[in-house]
């Protein structure tokens, strides 16, 4: 999105209209992220309010403390993600590329925790599909219930991916020093949509693990 | 290309030469003769798959092929005219090629961006051609579930994982051109000194900004429920047959506007040019254009009155619906007014813009009854709603962008078009269009309902009409195909400024530098500022051109 | 009865001639605007045609006037349309309560028809003039949508929930009835008619037929068979409520909510028995799912409305 | 060039620290039966004020131009269009899945 080199593309005619113009552009894909997310989560409210009962036997299956290490952990890297904007913004490069390097980890400890979840759901047949199972009468709108809870998730976890793998991008730039105060306008790009991916998961959370506790 | 030709002044087109120069390209110029080849492309195929409906259809007993075949043949037809023509067609080749020079600016904001957009949407198109070749798909464009996610057994998920690809292209133009406008403009271009062609690209991005991810995400959750067997939409397990309706036309009604609202803006800039004057309530035209992305966003109900929905949300969305058609009305009042006084001279693309305000009024007046409660539930899903918007989108969008491709060719290639055969072409659509789908208004209220492969006899006098109307309006399209061509090689070579418009565009020289302007233009004056009102100004009067 | 080319659909029911009345209004206003539009285009485009000699025309710059009146007219007739429009659709989609009632049950790719006395009909329906008509629908596979297009109605017909739609026809008649929503391969196939006949003809195809069994009372025995009276016993005794006048009547639900009584209710409730419990009973009614046709719940549904069930309540109390 | 933004990195501690406090809250209420509907609307409340805070002060918003402000804005706001229009139908029909009074 944004130009890779400390030089001025062409098309602008100084740094401050390329910083703008790029972080401008990032905020309105950030707009077409929310309405992407927002879709399924219609989708989750429309049936939640049609099938209260399931869901809160269903979401009751989910784990709340996996749930919960894995919001806790998604804000620790938002908080080194943030922090790394910081560093390079003050031309603090070890700290910078120490940042990332944390925000990669943690970001993948999430991904880790999800994917132990996912196999626990394996085994436990709550997997839509031929070997759904589940208690008979609340057994239809549960397969309803999960099949959110994976397509949700699932989407939120290829974001995080891709978010790494920007942040792979970072770190290993950082390290050649293309970052200075002047130009640092990737790595706050990269920052605004780990921050909002983070804040899909903070919806998702009580969504998904929360909501079925009570009524 | 025409690059090898005189003049031998360095311009976008000269300026490197090879596929590879192309392809590689950043340059929004080169960028929008890729999207012109790739759409131009999927019209024809579309057409194609329209030709076989309409031979189908001269006759009631399905004859001409298998009714697998023929609903294949409307949904491939629905599927590329709509996400592989239409969308893009003047956002992707008009506006691409103008929303800078226009503004005064060297480039949109994210070149390389633009030129990703251009590979995603041909991903997106192979993906597509893909699920066509492998035996096609039969859900109609619009992939109602459950027959979509879980009966048809056609090419369902690829087909849609091909639109989804190609959203990703809308989001990306739409974006880039949001940054541009907002960023770029060149010193003393100000809001309302803009063109209105601008105007009306800026609205359309906000939908694409703001519409197509919801389509996005609905497809890829029939792609999932197809391919994982996830139970979103599965009526077996307790799933709403009505949300995925919701989640569809949230989008694809606006996507109506998609089509529409830049070929307005290139109708309000026919019409000031052709008639040598500013267009009649310019700020009033402007922002019924940001008024119809708006509101256009909260009348996709009226799609479904009869699906099911709430008597309730119906209502709503009737009303909303009705509201819609006020900023529409507007413009149109407002380019016949600018007629007045005017010095309106009758060249091709003028022809294509008066043929446009005419069809899109009927279209629009159309849309009338389906807003109309009481009406809808008669003519819902009949081929008056095909009628309907085929007046938008064939008789106004397609109009809209055939007139800009003539007005603005001269500007894209250095050369003029054939003046008389692009008349005689305009014409020819207009009576064929008409021909065409004005007999499937009556089909439609007497009940004929669409996506019918064979159907009761006391239909065919309407459907022979329609079908003879279509083999007139395939032949206007073939002709500027052939002729414009022709041009490339033998068009006499335009000057900067072949219509005496106004607008940055007509001040560099055609075709454009590289970088669009020697030196970045300096605004001083309205959009249209064809004189003032004494009639004083600086540019002549073309002689009028022989009728 | 079809010429080659009418131009309007015959008018057969009492909702007909009120759409064609609105449809007459609207098109009035369509070709005003049209011809205004048409007429003044070809008219300032012929006179204001430039000229070899012409001088450039001077700036116009709008009115503010004009704006205001092009903006508020079209507002006032829009809503003129949205009021009438609202009014019939209100009428359209409100089955009259005294409606004779007709179960239609559509699937790839045919309409299966039931009247109350159990008469079953394939792509077929007959019905009496001058007697309001509901269709209760449901499909067993995919969207269909039930469309006459001589009675001026339309309604989806949809998997796992219940629509209707009503008429009333006026005069005799074979007429179309047409899937309008696509549904796969033969869509276009799935064609019927609905033939009127003068109440003594209606009466005489009815009996020209076997006699069937009442739908109601295949409901009842349905219900027997199934068991459901086993714990559903008049007296409303734990485990089950009592189903005696329920249709139509509100009912406490655990949670201190109320629903109505209405056929989505019956269905969900065979269907998918946990997802709303009456106050004070436990949830142990089985899920009937897979035991029980869609035609098989409109029966109980159908015995659960039938006068008897009713009658026999109030003979209790 | 702009220099960081008029953020100290104590804020950000701050921050942070509330982001885990607002998790802990949210996990806590979700095991206390608050009656009514009221658990359904709290943790959905808290997360909405974690996301602003997310927003304003890791996102920058709070020090970001207008323009930023009106996008980040649009999509909420187009969302709530989305979801209001949709339910509007979805809690009103009737025979469908029997609308709770």
Not at chain 2, 372 to 383: E, F, P, R
Not at chain 3, 238 to 247: Q, T
């Amino acid at each position: 999105m944004s130009e890779t080199s400390t030089l001025i593309a062409h098309q602008f005619d100084d740094a401050e209209q390329q910083r703008e113009s790029s972080t401008l552009g990032m905020w309105i894909f950030l707009a077409t992220e929310v309405m992407f997310f927002g879709g399924i989560f219609l989708g989750y409210i429309v049936y939640r309010s049609q099938y209260p009962i399931a869901f809160a036997a269903a979401s009751n299956r989910l784990d709340i403390w996996l749930g919960l290490i894995n919001t806790a952990v998604l804000i620790c890297s938002s908080f080194t993600m943030v922090l790394a904007v910081y560093n390079a913004a003050a031309a603090q490069r070890r700290a910078l590329q120490t940042n990332l390097l944390l925000t990669i980890v943690l970001g993948c400890v999430f991904l880790s925790i999800k994917l132990y979840e996912y196999h626990m759901k394996f085994e436990e047949n709550l997997v839509p599909g031929a070997s759904f199972a589940f208690p008979a009468p609340l057994a239809p709108a549960a397969e309803i219930f999960f099949s959110f809870y994976f397509a949700m998730t699932g989407m939120h976890a290829v974001h995080m991916v891709i978010g790494i793998g920007l942040l792979g991008g970072l770190l290993f730039r950082a390290g050649r020093g293309w970052y200075s105060p002047e130009y640092f306008t990737p790595v706050e790009l990269v920052g605004l949509y780990w921050h909002f991916v983070d804040i899909v998961w903070i919806f998702l959370f009580p969504l998904l693990y929360l909501v079925g506790r009570h009524l | 290309m025409s690059a090898a030709q005189p003049p031998p002044r360095i311009h976008y087109l000269n300026v490197s030469y090879g596929i590879r120069s192309w392809l590689v390209t950043t340059d929004h110029k080169r960028i929008a003769w890729l999207y012109l080849l790739s759409i131009t492309f999927f019209f024809v195929i579309g057409g194609l798959f329209a030709v076989f409906m309409r031979l189908e259809l001269l006759t009631p007993e399905g004859d001409l092929v298998q009714a697998d075949t023929y609903n294949k043949l409307f949904t491939l037809h629905g599927v590329t005219m709509v996400f592989f023509f239409l969308i893009p067609s003047i956002p992707a080749v008009l506006g691409n090629f103008l929303v800078p020079i226009m503004i005064g600016a060297r480039d949109l904001a994210f070149p390389r961006l633009n030129l990703a957009s251009w590979y995603i949407y041909t991903l997106g198109g192979a993906f597509t051609l893909a699920a066509a070749a492998a035996g096609g798909v039969d859900t109609g464009w619009t992939f109602y579930t459950p027959y979509s996610s879980i009966y048809s057994n056609t090419h369902v998920a690829l087909t849609v994982v091909g639109i989804f690809i190609t959203g990703f292209s809308s989001i990306l133009t739409g974006l880039n051109f949001i940054v541009t406008i907002h960023k770029m403009r060149a010193p003393g271009m100000t809001w309302f000194r803009l063109p209105l062609f601008i105007w009306a690209h800026y609205a359309t991005s906000i939908i694409f900004v703001l519409g197509t991810p919801v389509l996005a995400i609905t497809l890829v959750l029939v792609a999932l429920e197809r391919l994982f067997h996830l139970g979103i939409f599965d009526p077996a397990l307790g799933g709403d047959p009505i949300l995925f309706q919701h989640l569809f036309w949230f989008y694809s009604h606006p996507a109506v506007y998609i089509m529409i609202l830049p070929a307005m803006g290139v109708v309000s800039e026919l019409i000031a040019c052709f008639s040598r004057k500013r267009i009649f309530g310019y700020d009033f035209v402007a922002f019924a254009s940001l008024a119809i992305a708006v509101i256009g966003f909260l009348v996709w109900g009226h799609h479904m009155f009869v699906s099911g929905q709430s008597v309730y949300a119906s209502m709503v969305f009737s009303i909303l619906s009705f509201l819609v058609a006020i900023p529409s009305a507007i413009k149109v009042f407002n380019w016949t007014a600018t007629l007045y006084k005017g010095s309106v001279s009758y060249d091709a693309p003028m022809l294509y813009a008066l043929g446009f305000i005419g069809l899109f009024t009927i279209g629009g007046l159309t849309g009338l009854f389906l807003a109309t409660l009481g009406i809808d539930v008669h003519v819902h899903d009949t081929y008056f709603v095909i009628a309907h918007f085929h007046y938008i989108m064939v008789g106004g969008a397609v109009m809209g962008y055939l007139g800009g491709i003539h007005f603005w060719w001269p500007k894209m290639t250095g050369r003029t078009y054939p003046e008389g055969w692009a008349r005689l072409a305009a014409l020819i659509v207009f009576i064929g269009f008409n021909l065409t789908f004005f007999p499937q208004f009556l089909l439609g209220y007497l009940g004929m309902p669409r996506r019918y492969h064979a159907y009761p006899p006391e239909f065919q006098v309407l459907n022979v009409m329609s079908t003879a109307g279509a083999s007139i309006l395939g032949t206007g399209y073939v002709i500027p195909l052939i002729y414009l061509i022709w041009s490339l090689r033998y068009g006499a070579v335009a000057g900067a400024n072949p219509w005496l418009a106004k607008g940055l565009e007509w001040q560099t020289s055609s075709p454009p530098p590289t970088d669009n302007f020697e030196i970045t233009p300096l605004v001083t004056e309205e959009a249209y500022a064809y004189a003032d009102a004494e009639g004083e100004n600086d540019l002549p009067l073309r002689k009028p051109v022989d009728v | 009865m079809w010429q080659n080319l009418p131009l309007l659909p015959e008018q057969a029911s009492t909702i007909a001639p009120r759409v064609d009345a609105l449809f007459v209004f609207v098109l009035g206003v369509a070709v005003f605007f049209a011809g205004l539009i048409f007429v003044s285009i070809v008219y300032l485009a012929v006179k204001y045609r430039r000229r070899a000699d012409a001088a450039a025309p001077k700036l116009i710059a709008g009115s503010l006037a004009l704006e205001l009146l092009w903006t508020v007219i079209p507002f006032g007739l829009t809503m003129v349309m949205f009021v009438w429009g609202a009014l019939l659709f209100v009428e359209i989609q409100n089955p009259p309560a005294d409606a004779l009632e007709i179960i239609a049950v559509g699937k790839q790719w045919m309409w299966k028809m039931q009247h109350p006395d159990g008469h079953q009909e394939i792509n077929e329906l007959h019905v009496p003039i001058g007697r309001r008509i509901k269709l209760t629908m449901t499909s067993e596979d995919v969207i269909h949508s039930f469309f006459v297009p001589a009675f001026r109605i339309k309604m989806d017909v949809l998997p796992g929930r219940y629509t209707t739609t009503w008429f009333e026809a006026t005069r005799p008649g074979r007429y179309r009835l047409f899937c309008a929503e696509f549904c796969g391969t033969q869509h276009s196939g799935m064609i019927g008619s609905v033939t009127v006949l003068e109440l003594s003809e209606f009466e005489s195809w009815l009996s020209g037929r076997a006699v069937g069994t009442s739908t109601a009372k295949m409901g009842e025995s349905l219900f027997q068979r199934l068991g459901c009276a086993s714990c559903h016993r008049p007296d409303g005794a734990v485990p089950a409520p009592s189903l005696v006048g329920l249709f139509g009547s509100k009912v406490a639900l655990e949670g201190g909510r109320t629903v109505v009584a209405d056929e989505g209710y019956i269905r969900e409730s065979i269907i998918d028995p946990r997802a709303k419990i009456v106050a004070g009973y436990q949830p142990v009614m089985p899920t009937y799912r897979g035991l029980i046709s869609e035609d098989g719940i409109l029966q109980i549904i159908a015995y659960l409305k039938s006068a008897e069930q009713g009658k026999g309540e109030a003979a209790r109390q | 060039m702009k220099s960081a933004p008029p953020i100290s990195v104590k804020s950000y501690i701050g921050v942070f620290l509330a982001l885990l406090v607002l998790t802990a809250l949210t996990t806590a209420v979700a095991f206390v039966d608050l009656g009514g509907n009221l658990n359904v609307v709290v943790a959905p409340a808290i997360a909405g004020g974690k996301a602003i805070l997310v927003a304003l002060y890791f996102m920058h918003l709070r020090h970001s131009s207008r323009l930023s402000w009106i996008f980040a804005g649009a999509g909420f706001f187009w969302l709530f269009i989305m979801i209001v229009l949709t339910m509007s139908d979805a809690l009103t029909r009737s025979g469908f899945s029997s609308a709770a009074q």
